[in-house]
């Protein structure tokens, strides 16, 4: 992730949901953390989770966002 944000540096203020340490792949047994939802300033995350589902190789994201 700290890669990630320092290709997007230069497009603004990026937050990364669900945050960092979060893993999402493999789905059945996660180690690594490949999912994100960028949410721009100013909108705010209000809550982020990666939900526990086995439907697919990765595990998904769900991210509730406040617009201003």
Same mark, same amino acid.
């Given at each position: 992730t700290a890669g990630l944000r320092a290709q997007l540096a230069?497009?603004?203020d990026y937050a @990364?949901?669900?945050g960092e340490g979060r893993k999402t792949f493999p789905s059945v047994l996660p180690t690594r953390a @490949?999912?994100?939802v960028l949410v721009p300033a100013p909108a705010r995350v209000e809550r982020a989770e990666v939900v526990r589902s086995w439907l697919s190789d990765h595990r998904p994201v769900v991210v509730d966002i406040a617009l201003p």
């Open positions: 230069h497009f603004g @990364l949901a669900p @490949l999912d994100v």
